[in-house]
């Protein structure tokens, strides 16, 4: 109960933080180290020194970040056997050339790397490659991983596979999209899709207050994270005699098939007000239609991924909610680690949570992704 009360941000910037722990205070090295797990700092390497006053002049250290962003609540010091290299832990996205699940993975290795552990990459060919998906699963099972890190590409058909990691031993996190009918997930981390979609909707039905004709690029309508992200438009249309849903359509998070869509869209309606995204990737498709319809329509969507919030100080995004694909890859790793050392997980560990536009989009890029270019 140290440091209850202390709380570095998440993204802080600090290099150092000076901790004195005086005389007859009786804190072990171990219990610093598990101390350290209630601190939150993000974004840079964070040296947390401990002066002991008045008993020895020894400094403890721990680096506490790697060069991926990470999550407050998914920070934990690496223990003993995290070091040792024992551990090889598969990580699933649900695509391997998307920018979102790139970074997921950039985030992933950097905490692999960190840990000192191995971590594997499979991603399917496609983001409705759930039979693709299933099979690498299986084949990371017979491979002997000890830890499976898993963004469901279908949340229902992956039940089995995931089952059976689950029988033979294997820890499973899920990521990014929940897998509800699937108990033995240690947590999950990524964003609250429902919430996450309500947050960034709320705030553009706010400007033009609840009156709106808005068009919907949907991912995959059976995907339980497009079920989740898709669920508030149903409501605000069932709330507001303003809000008007006058299309709903999938471009199943792909840009050619978003740009594709749209273009059918505004062919077939004229009176569209703003845009619905699944996607920072499906928004940008949606985008290209749009300028080369020689219209003027605002985008809102979901991931933050640093093309995304480029495309909102060109305007051709209004809004987008902020995911942390490095984060959920870095922290869903971390968990996985902590779960093999048999430490306690918290049900959540939520990502991101900014809701990205032309006016913080530059501070956002700086901050986060200062070697994006754009």
Known sequence: QLFDHVKV??????????????????????????????????ERPIAMVFALAACSSRTVESER??????????????????????????????????????????????????????????????????A???????????????AICVAACDSTAILPALEKAHEAGI????????????????????????????????????????TCNMAV??????????????????????????????????????REQSMTVMENILQSIDDIDVVWAISDVAALGAAQAIEASGRDIPIICIDGTPEGAAACLDGRIYYTYDQSPL????????????????????EFYPTGGTIVSAENAKDFLSTYYPEFEY
């Open 171 to 210: 820890v499973v996190i899920c990521f990014n999209t929940r897998v509800p009918d699937f108990q033995y997930s240690r947590t999950f981390v990524g964003v609250d899709n429902v919430e996450a979609s309500r947050a960034v909707v709320s705030k553009y039905l706010e400007k033009v207050n609840y």
């Open 65 to 130: 970040k790697s060069d991926a962003q990470q999550s407050s609540t998914g920070n934990s010091a690496p223990t003993e056997k995290a070091t040792s290299n024992d551990y090889t832990i598969g990580v699933f996205t649900k695509d391997g050339t998307i920018a979102f699940w790139r970074y997921c993975m950039q985030g992933a290795k950097s905490a692999g790397e960190r840990l000192g552990v191995t971590v594997k990459e499979y991603a399917p060919q496609s983001y409705t490659d759930a």
């Open 327 to 346: 984060d959920q890859g870095g922290i869903a790793v971390e968990c996985a680690v902590k779960a093999l050392n048999g430490e306690t997980l918290d």
């Open 9 to 42: 941000h998440q993204r802080f910037a600090a290099e150092e933080i000076h901790f004195q722990i005086v005389s007859g205070a009786g804190v072990s090295h171990q219990e610093i180290q598990r101390l350290l797990a209630h601190l939150e700092a993000h």
């Open 132 to 146: 693709g998906q299933i099979s690498m699963i299986e084949d990371a099972i017979q491979s002997g991983v000890d």
């Open 217 to 254: 690029i949907e991912g995959d309508p059976a995907g339980q994270q497009n079920i989740d992200r898709t669920k508030c438009l149903y409501e605000f249309a069932d709330q507001y005699d303003g809000v008007n849903l006058v299309a709903i359509q999938p471009g199943y998070a792909n």
